[in-house]
């Protein structure tokens, strides 16, 4: 058993308290929010985000940042993407030396172009900072439903004990060392993502989304690697595996932007029916601006840019994509 606590009682946060607390861990989760303490400790369920999903008895609610810090074996970090450094930095007298933190949030910093790892290292220099990330839903996870996902860290002997502490029968953890590939898989999907469900919202069918997330694996792949990331990272379940879940499920709120964008709603309005935080919005100017700095050519991040910050037609934007200049599929493959 360990003592695990979760900072971010939003419907993530919530759901993987839950599951640590069903794997038998002690376990508190953190809210800075007094209307979610109450409703937490009252309700006994994130009753707004992940209604339904109770929290177990061994679950303590507290909004004391360094009660929930001190002595943790496990921290696990689920708050919203442009939180992660004004809580790391709220988070960092309280943290140990060496002490494991769980970034479980997808998302590319706006201005710096920085991945949440690397925001939480630089505030917090002397945790043992790692990623869990794949195509997991909280409102599934919170309810048991088989899920897969990755833990990536620098340390073997570190991944392998997050594998241990989050893995059950009904929730199952691979290991992989390519940090910077799994942090960017989870980020970037979200931006094609809001590009799967404005074609949604236009109208298309079903081989419109399947090219978007085919070609739009190959703008995460070019880019990740570019990056540093390793190109099986993009095919595994961080990868690949997120996109086609963040690009179908009804559960997800990229996807549900993007919906509604390609409705007529302007990104504000689209993120205010949302009532969540879209990701997707934040990393998509983060990812253009690295492709940008790379040189790597992403046609549909540069369309979900138009669309979100200079008000171009989502119809026309899509007809610009299938209208563009005619090329290989893949540029390693030749006739001999």
Known sequence: MKRVSVIGAGSWGTALAVLLAHNGHEVTIWSHDPYEIEMLSTKREQADKLPGVKLPENVKVSSDMEESLKGMDVVVMAVPSPVVRSVAKQMAP???????????????????????????????????????SGPSHAEEVGRGIPTTVV????KKEVAELLQDVFMNEVFRVYT?????????????????????GTTDGLGFGDNTKAALM??????LTRLGVALG??????????????????????HSRNRKAGYLIGQGMTA?????????????????????GLA??????????????????????PREEVSNLLLRERRKEHNNLNWE
């Open 214 to 219: 085919t070609r739009g694996i190959a703008e």
């Open 151 to 154: 833990v990536g860290s620098k």
């Open 94 to 132: 309280s943290i140990s030396d060496g002490q494991i933190i769980v970034n479980v949030a997808k998302g590319i910093e706006d201005e710096t172009y920085m991945t949440l790892t690397d925001i939480i290292e630089e505030e917090i220099p002397n945790a043992e900072v790692c990623v869990l």
């Open 268 to 288: 504000d309005e689209a993120m205010k029916e949302v009532k969540m935080v879209v990701e997707g919005v934040y990393s998509a100017k983060a990812a253009l």
């Open 176 to 196: 992989n060392p390519d940090i910077i590939g799994i942090e960017l898989g989870g980020a970037l999907k979200n931006v094609i993502a809001l590009a799967a």
């Open 292 to 313: 940008k700095k790379y040189g790597v050519s992403v046609p549909i991040v540069e369309a979900v840019n138009k669309v979100l910050f200079e008000n171009a037609d």
């Open 229 to 250: 990331g390793k190109p099986e990272t993009f095919s595994g379940l961080t990868g690949i595996g997120d996109l086609i879940v963040t690009c179908t499920s009804v």
